[in-house]
């Protein structure tokens, strides 16, 4: 009976006390330990709940059963010495709670938290520890993420917990006793494994046949049920106090059958191995499946490691709907009083009501809340409810459960994060253990729901910066279409390095470029952007491409950081269809030949830029004909832990191999489709086609002897009288061959060279010398001043003109009409 008090208490008091009642009114329910910590999950708002006992022997206190979380989410221990100085012996020993903020648990990290984490920062959480009923020994310790941490009710709510908690009786006799016929024991660091006869009987074996080793187990096990049941035998995983699974077995005269795994990890000592006692049963035998307190555990499991707001919704999907056995689920985060779906199962918009196809906007629909008033309702309210079959309701979630509907709004820190809709659509009898189940998964997802949109919103940033610092957009090229695409990692928040450019030079001539900075932080993106600066500003001077990588190379140990960077550079002739390509520690190109075959470009590599002061870059030749794809990419599409370099160049060449060139932008789509997420990948692609009209050009090398401009007059009318151009036109044209070719005589040293050209019927006169001087327009020339008019002249019979850098030295060039 509740006490009379209980009526001053709080409604949420209340609530608990007749919960915790419900559930020890079976004193031998093997799950009573674990029901009694979720209601600390959905009672107190806690993300673990975890008892501590004492050892047999006295000297530590080991964790018995947890719910929630993981506890090496948090750092916390599987087993606390008794007399040391953590919480949970604090509380053992002097029997008060005690209660902890951020800054106390940083302050006392040592004591409480698993050594292997010393080098990350202390979770900002809350602890709570409590010792359990009286005579009972031990504690229960519990975590909040709240910020406010645990308030007067949550406080309230957990002393009943800790008041109803008993700890779990030993699951199975200790090594050395007879083992009955449904136990088994494992030894930990072994691997050897003593089972009692039904055992047995149930994997299909017979007592003289069985060696004794838990891999003959592991070999009759389904293949897709290993990594759970794996999940429970390996010794890394052994922390959690009781585990309960499902697994399947194969069986020769039939379909494989359902096993429940009960079992709990002993600590060793004085000489005995850690061990893992427990029981295995038919499944049939036991109670459904949808009140399995392991399918709970699996989903915390699952929703730790879920990143994103769609894995954190395929996690709570898949955990539901098999065993719920409904026919629809839907999980939307609430977005300004509508709600946003971010999956359906199953997908198809022809399975959902009329409402929710007219809202379909994208991939998912997008629903209004005022369109759904007993949803809304369900949702200020907060806590889960169900509709059985006929209740009459709005079409919008009628259609969805005409057989019944469960809604289940998921809170976390306060607010409401979304809601998670349950339909079927035959009548549904929904029993005392569906609802727990509703009420533990609603607040483990609601949790992990505003984590993960903290996630994606974080990492939409992340890219965003990054995209900053990229090419907006790629330039449009003669006789060729490039292609670029970026991913930034899913796996952290932190800026990458990688970045690609196309570079338009003169004559022609285009510089691909891609390269990746070491590491992922605002240092590496940083050094990223200067890095792309400077292969631009070099290789605008004019430099060839191995001195525009080494100048980048110099620069980058000038700057002393203690990154480095690698990248590939290859200078394209467009009239040609000839390039050279310079690797500085980068992956070669990857080439898709016209006739549909690819191959590596195999070429020699100086190493990563900021590593050698003084190293040398080869130049390797590449040949292009019209229909060429040439393809590079960083290191983060080519390999990772399961894949090695040459097997991603492999896989890149016969991604490009089946593609359509025509198409390239889809051909990049494609070659990104299965890349591996843990690291930034840069993709960069060029269809050379091939420039449909050719320009004509012709060069002299102009020698300092005293008729030299009259030498250069005469092979530039000799040139542009070949080429049809008219008399008036060539005239001005030789007007300016005098006029730069003398001033670059009269005012440089070294070698001159002139070059005509003829492009889409424009003429163009360039005249490089080895002086970077760029010639000056005189602003006020005199009647008495005898020179400066050079430049005027040239001025004014031209269309434009200008300098352009080269190699240290420049270009003075002039465009006139090709037709007078």
């Known amino acids: 009976m509740v006490s009379q008090g209980a009526a001053q208490r709080g409604q949420r008091t209340l609530r608990a006390e007749l919960a915790l009642e419900t559930i020890t009114a079976d004193p ?25 006992v004492s050892a047999d022997d006295g000297d530590l206190l ?17 087993s606390y010495p008794a007399d040391g100085h953590s919480p949970a012996a604090d509380v053992h020993r002097g029997g008060r709670p005690v209660w902890l903020g951020p800054r106390e648990l940083a302050d006392r990290a040592d004591a409480w938290r698993a050594p292997a984490l010393d080098a990350h920062p202390v979770p900002d959480v809350h602890l709570a520890a409590l010792p359990l009923r009286d005579g009972a020994g031990g504690c229960l310790l519990a975590v909040s993420e709240s910020p406010g941490g645990f308030g007067a009710d949550d406080r309230a709510c957990l002393h009943l917990v800790a008041a109803a908690v008993v700890p779990p009786a030993p699951a199975a006799p200790a090594e050395g006793e007879a083992l009955s016929a449904d136990a088994f024991s494992l030894a930990v660091d072994t691997g050897r494994v003593d089972v009692g006869d039904d055992i047995l009987e149930l994997f299909g074996l017979a007592r003289e046949e069985f060696d004794g080793r838990v891999e003959t187990f592991l070999g009759r096990t389904v293949p897709e049920d290993l990594p759970s049941l794996m999940s429970v035998v390996e010794a890394d995983h052994l922390s959690l106090g009781e585990r309960e699974l499902e697994f399947r077995v194969l069986r020769p005269d039939g379909p494989p059958r359902w096993l429940r795994l009960r079992g709990r990890f002993r600590p060793g000592g004085e000489g005995r191995p850690a061990r893992l006692v427990g029981t295995v049963a038919d499944a049939s035998t036991l109670r459904s499946d949808v009140t399995d307190v392991a399918r709970v555990q699996r989903l915390a499991a699952a929703l730790a490691t879920a990143g994103t707001v769609r894995d954190v919704s395929q996690a709570v999907v898949s955990s539901l709907r098999v065993p719920l056995r409904a026919d629809r689920i839907a999980l939307a985060e609430l977005e300004n009083e509508r709600l946003v779906v971010t999956v359906l199962d199953p997908p198809e918009p022809e399975a959902w009501p009329e409402l929710w196809r007219t809202e379909w906007r994208t991939e998912w629909p997008d629903a209004p809340v005022r369109a759904m008033p007993t949803l809304a309702a369900a949702l200020r309210e907060g806590r889960a409810q169900i509709w059985p079959a006929g209740t009459p309701l709005e079409p919008a979630l009628a259609d969805v459960g005409p057989g019944g509907l469960a809604v289940l709004p998921l809170p976390a820190d306060g607010r409401m994060a979304g809601a998670c809709l349950i339909g079927w659509d035959t009548p549904h009898d929904f029993g005392p253990d569906e609802r727990a189940l509703f009420t533990a998964t609603a607040g483990l997802a609601g949790q992990a729901l505003m984590r993960a949109r903290a996630f994606d919103a974080e990492h939409e940033l992340v890219g965003m910066l990054q995209r900053q610092l990229l090419p907006r957009r790629l330039p449009k090229l003669p006789g060729a279409v490039a292609v670029a695409r970026y991913l930034p990692a899913t796996a952290g928040l932190e800026v990458g390095g990688d970045w690609y450019d196309v570079i338009p030079l003169p004559d022609h001539h285009v510089a691909l470029v891609i390269g990746d900075v070491q590491g992922h932080s605002t240092a590496a993106a940083t050094l990223m952007g200067q890095m792309r600066t400077a292969l631009r500003a070099y290789a605008a001077e004019g430099h060839p491409p191995d001195v525009v990588v080494a100048h980048a190379n110099r620069l980058l140990m000038d700057m002393e950081t203690d990154l480095f960077a690698t990248c590939c550079y290859v200078d394209l002739d467009m009239e040609a269809g000839t390039a050279w390509c310079v690797r500085a520690g980068h992956p070669p190109p990857v080439l898709r030949h016209p006739d549909g075959s690819t191959g590596t470009a195999e070429s020699d590599g100086g190493p990563p830029l900021g590593v050698v002061t003084q190293a040398d870059y080869p130049m390797t030749p590449l040949r292009l004909l019209p229909g060429t794809v040439l393809a590079l990419t960083t290191d983060g599409l080519l390999e990772s832990a399961e894949s090695a370099l040459d097997e991603g160049l492999d896989r890149l060449a016969h991604g490009l191999s089946v593609s359509d060139p025509a198409h390239l932008d889809l051909v990049a789509d494609a070659l990104l489709g299965d890349a591996h997420r843990g690291d930034d990948v840069a993709l960069l692609l060029l269809r050379y086609d091939g420039m449909a009209v050719r320009p004509l050009r012709e060069g002299w090398t102009v020698w300092r002897v005293p008729e030299a401009a009259r030498h250069a007059r005469r092979f530039s009318r000799r040139t542009l009288r070949s080429w049809g151009i008219s008399d008036d036109v060539m005239d001005a044209a030789l007007l300016v061959v005098s006029e730069l070719v003398t001033n670059a005589l009269v005012h440089t040293d070294g070698r001159v060279r002139l070059d005509l050209a003829l492009i889409n019927h424009r003429l163009r006169v360039a005249v490089t010398d080895a002086s970077p001087r760029t010639p000056v327009k005189p602003t006020d020339l005199g009647w008495e001043a005898t020179g400066g008019r050079g430049i005027l002249l040239v001025e004014a019979v031209s269309d434009a003109w200008g300098t352009l850098p080269v190699s240290g030295g420049k270009q003075v060039w002039s465009e006139l009409p090709s037709a007078g």
Do not use: I, K, M, N
Not at 30 to 42: D, G, S, T
């Open 28 to 52: 031998a329910s093997p799950e009573r330990v674990r029901r009694v910590l979720e209601q600390a999950l959905v009672l107190a708002g806690a993300t673990l709940a975890a008892v501590y």
């Open 62 to 78: 080991c964790l018995a059963d947890s719910a929630g979380l993981p506890r090496t989410f948090y750092g916390l221990r599987e």
